[in-house]
């Protein structure tokens, strides 16, 4: 009983994180329709920047150090290679943005090399241990943190005329053009905000359990856009159920992987996916897709 | 049912009489969110007659047009093609009953010439599939051949027959609607449905689809449904006229009668009704 | 393409092909082992990256899972055709039976799975595609009666009939020791010319024309009588036939089949092989596949003379971090100012009145502009 309430506690927690990188990637797909394939980049050099720097200043400047780089990186794929780009179709769009992943991994990987960089993160491997449950410290922090900005952005997006325009955008470019929403800083500070999120929630993937940054850090990462997909492309709430369901799957398949057979280990990796086609298959749109009514 | 697939003999001018209507919608209603786009709407459209659906803007007439067609579901009613119901069909199926269909945005991908285009229409009159035209077997190369001669028939009709093997991309808009309908006669469907056949072009390319549209019905003994703005256009074509206003049927007869009934008058705040009806 | 009363590529296009065949037909004859593996792997990749181009150049779907294909055909080519050991199991089976048996289970496959494709629009496939890429390695990776495991597994050589494609016998043409490279070599041509030939012909006829219409307007298709689900479902059988295909010419030509050959990063390369060489062109898909295979392993092979890479110290580029940099690059570079990739290249170069259809660039309509 103990073991399935902390497998179901490390759920949420990872979750959460699972949540706030799929609000990341949800948040541009609203504002820009593209299916950002760059979004586990982000989140490796998020994480990279934030050992490299903290090794030297501390925690907390590596910390802003990597946000800051992620968000940079992020405004930078849209500002220069989406603005840019001759081919402006969706399609066309994301495909370019697995090839800014490609080059932005295959560099991050190169720097960090066989290491294991460590984050000199203030929690390390410290529990709580209540009512016979045993949590990593760090897990809770991620749950806190995560929380904490989850919420912070859905205040933003209804209360602010940032997230208005973020929800006009979303419905009707033309329109909001028309408008006069801003589309151009929309959509850059939306990928910036994405790459932050994504490096935040980078940093605690890479804290606990793994002891440091290493490249497949993008595995994890690359998780959470089933999360997204399943709750739905352009539904905020979709990414944060999401992000749950399969933060809960993945921690429920890790703690009993012992029962699948041999088949079980390292299972927890796929569990994602494989909730991704059940939902899919019965509600092709994710579950709080908007359905697409195309105009003949 | 009647095999569609056999060429249409030539008929008479005048519409036919006697049995079913060719399309008929019974009390048809199409929701959006809540909002009615078109309500308990009824009609019928003879077969092989002109029928012209207008309506000031925002009356449902496209709304109507993706019902027919299985585009949009209809939250009541029904329609039926030839007395068979064809409402709750999915829309390649009601395609292949012989219903086509133009678009106002016009769908001719931009890569692809003229022939190419009309030839995808060609689709569910023929068969052979993936590996039959991988190996060239005989039969797909047989019908790469009818296909053409349809091809070059309807082409010969709509205009385009001197532009077949062009790129569709860069011709002008006047031609490409041309194509556009050139690409719905090339499915020698029984229904044609035109969506605003003649809108953004001038007076002769009108004039010109107006004597393309009656000679493929005369040819070809389609019937044509279309929805339309111009007036002159549906005046001088129409052999019945529906005009639908929010979503409702305020008229439904002979082009004289249409013309001076005053609630469609009223309709249109006068100005281009009353201007063909002085003609 | 086939409009019947207007006939041939103009002559240039014609000669140039022939050329090219011939060369093609006479290099065994002259290169060593370096440059035939060079060859085979870049037409093992081609043949795949032509179905992969149908998929997401014509029909719109976005698949990055087409290695998956590449892994199936070969994984079960050896194990149809591998003789069982300790450590794995396998069939038996004549290798001209296991041939085109994996290729027909990789197309049983592909039908399986193209529901997927069939409910989702063309973006969502990606990520779900993602799913199959990571389920695949992990059962590549688990069962190792199967599969043999993170090792990977011995592949038979082929034999057909009185021909044996092995090191055992060695042809002697033309005063020319043939052994397992050079046959191959021949083998592989014969087939991607045919897989090309059959592409092109399906590409450019009814099947291909709907695919390029469901991928502009669905709506449209549906219109016009195109079943557009089953369409979709073809695409996904027809990827997975190409790719298949091409896995089984990887595992004869490598001997061993392991999982990474056909992960993530392998699809993603195919999908880079497709983009290169023009989205939407067939023709283009094969220098896409020479380059984006082939740049790899000349750089390895010029290592000494690079010197970027021969440096010493944290910050050396090995040659794959190398040319995946360029193939990356170029890869941006196609997409956002040069859609036309390769196949615009090989067009100018073949001349006629029109470059080879091929999407124009990014889908009208519905989908729109975006930055």
Known sequence: MTRLLEAVLNGVSLGSLYSLIALGFVIIFRATGVMNFAHSSFLLAGAYVTAAVSAKSGFLVGLLAGVVTAAAIGAFTQLVILRFSKDKSHLGLSVLSLGVNILAVTEITRRIGDNTLPLHDPWQASVWRFAGITVPVSRVAALAVAAALLAGFLLLFRFTRWGLALRVSAADREVAALVGVPMGRVSWTSWA??????????????????????????????????????????????ALVGGLAIGIAESLTATYEGHLGGFGSGASGLVAYVVLFAVLLLRPDGLFGTKVVSRV | MTDLRQPLAPRQQTPAAGGPPELELSGVSVCF??????????????????????????????????????????????????????????????????????????????????????????????????????????????????????????????????????????????????????????????????????????????????????????????????????????????????VLQSGQVIADAAPEEVRADPAVIAAYLGDDVEEAARD | MSEPTRRRLPGRGQVLTLGLLAVAVATPFYVGPFWLQVGLTAMAYAVAAIGLAIQVGIAGQLSLAHAVFMGSGAYLYAFLAGTSTGQVTGLGWPTWLAAPGAILLTALLGAVCSPISARLRGLYLGVASL????????????????????????????????????????????????QQAEKLWMLGLAVLAGAYLIARRMAAGRGGLALHMMRDNEIAAAAMGISVWRHKAAAFVIAAVYGATGGVLLALLTGWVVPESFGFDASVNLLIMVVIGGLGSIRGAIPGAIFVSALPLLIARQAQSIPLISGTGDSILGPGTLSTFLYAGLFIVTIMFASGGLDRLVALAVGGPRPQRRIAGGLPGRYAQEG
């Not at chain 2, 106002?104 to 993936?130: D, I, K, W, Y």
């Not at chain 2, 050139?182 to 010109?208: H, K, W, Y």
Request: aromatic content about 6%; glycine content about 10%.
């Open chain 3, 131 to 178: 799913g199959l890429v990571f389920i695949a390695n992990h059962v590549m990776q688990r069962f190792s009666a199967l599969t043999g495991g993170p090792g990977g597994r011995e592949v038979p050589a082929l034999r057909l009939g009185p021909l044996d494609f092995s090191d055992d016998t060695t042809w002697v043409i033309a005063n020319v020791p043939f």
């Open chain 1, 193 to 238: 905000i994405g790459g932050a999120m994504a490096a935040l929630a980078g940093m605690f993937l890479a804290a606990f359990p793994a002891p440091g940054v290493e490249p497949s850090l993008t595995n994890s990462a690359m998780r959470a856009f089933p999360a997204a997909v399943l709750g739905g492309l352009d539904s905020i709430p979709g």
């Open chain 2, 33 to 242: 969110g809540g909002v009615n786009a078109v309500s308990q709407v009824s009609f019928s459209v003879t077969r092989g007659s002109i029928h012209a659906l207008i309506g000031p803007n925002g009356a449902g007439k496209s709304s109507c047009f993706n019902a027919i067609t299985g585009v949009y579901r209809l939250a009541e009613g029904r329609v039926a093609h030839r007395g068979e119901r064809i409402d709750q069909l999915r829309a390649a199926r009601i395609a292949r009953r012989g219903i086509a269909r133009t678009f106002q945005n016009l769908v001719l991908p931009e890569s692809l010439t003229v022939a190419e285009c009309m030839r995808v229409a060609r689709h569910h009159r023929t068969h052979a599939g993936f590996l039959a035209t991988g190996l060239g077997l005989p039969r797909a190369r047989r019908e790469e051949r009818s296909d053409r001669a349809v091809i070059e028939r309807s082409a010969e009709l709509a205009g385009v027959a001197d532009i077949l093997d062009e790129r569709v991309g860069p011709l002008p808009y006047g031609v490409r609607k041309r194509v556009e309908f050139a690409r719905a006669l090339c499915a020698e469907p029984s229904v044609l449905m035109l969506d605003e056949p003649v809108a953004g072009i001038n007076d002769t390319e009108s004039a010109q689809m107006a004597h393309a549209v009656r000679r493929a019905r005369d040819e070809a003994g389609l019937t044509v449904l279309l929805v339309e703005h111009d007036m002159n256009f549906v005046m001088t074509l129409a052999d019945r006229i529906t």
